[in-house]
Each structure stands twice: as C-alpha cells, then as structure tokens.
Nanobody, 123 residues
Framework: QVQLVESGGGLVQAGDSLRLSCAAS????????MGWFRQTPGKEREFVAA????????YYADSVKGRFTISRDNAKRTVYLQMNGLKFEDTALYYC????????????????WGQGTQVTVSS
C-alpha cells in the first residue's frame, strides 16, 4: 500500500520560511518523480514544484521560482519543499504526489497523493 505523508506545515508570518517533508512508503521511491501541489478552497489544485527521480532536474511554478526549492533524499524516501520568503498568497493545503516515469506539472498525471499539510501565512 502506497503512503505519502506530508509534514512541516504551520502558521507563519510573511517573510518567514518553512520546510515541508513528504515521507513515502510502499513504492520504489527512486523510480518515481515527485511533485508538490497546493490548493485553496474553491480553487483547483495548483502545481508548485516537481523533481525528477534522481533529483537532477527540478521544475517550479513561476509564482514560487526563486523562493521555493524542491529536493529529495532517495535513501530516506523523502521529498522536501523548502519555502523561503513566504507570502500571504502561499497560504494553502500543500500536497505531495508521486508519478512513475517523468516529471509533469499536471496533477492528473500523478497516481499517488498524500493527505496534505496546511500552510498559513499571515500578512
């Protein structure tokens, strides 16, 4: 059974930093591209960042480029999202997702999802 468990969310002030983690089990982690998405009530799930199976390639939404960094540790079966310079508009429920094969920004291409971790940024 595949499980993705996010952690690290919380309530912070604008300008602060957070690091999200997503621990994976039940899959051959090194064979999966990993992504982070976020969602606010009434809106569609939005792509944030993705990392290739080896960690050698990363992709970001324009809205977070230069502020967020995605990385992975295949030995620990964990993917991270370092978020710096947080803004009020980054407030959302953040999900990690796994996809066999290559990275993509489309949420529908990811087969496995975590339950999400809430990030709230006060202005």
């Amino acid at each position: 059974q595949v499980q993705l468990v996010e952690s690290g969310g919380g309530l912070v002030q604008a300008g602060d930093s957070l690091r999200l983690s997503c621990a994976a089990s039940g899959l051959t982690f090194g064979g999966y591209a990993m992504g982070w998405f976020r969602q606010t009530p009434g809106k569609e799930r939005e792509f944030v960042a993705a990392v290739s199976t080896t960690g050698g390639r990363t992709y970001y939404a324009d809205s977070v480029k230069g502020r967020f960094t995605i990385s992975r540790d295949n030995a620990k079966r964990t993917v991270y999202l370092q978020m710096n310079g947080l803004k009020f508009e980054d407030t959302a429920l953040y999900y990690c997702a796994a996809r066999a094969y290559g990275t993509t920004y489309r949420s529908t291409d990811y087969g496995y999802w975590g339950q999400g971790t809430q990030v709230t940024v006060s202005s």
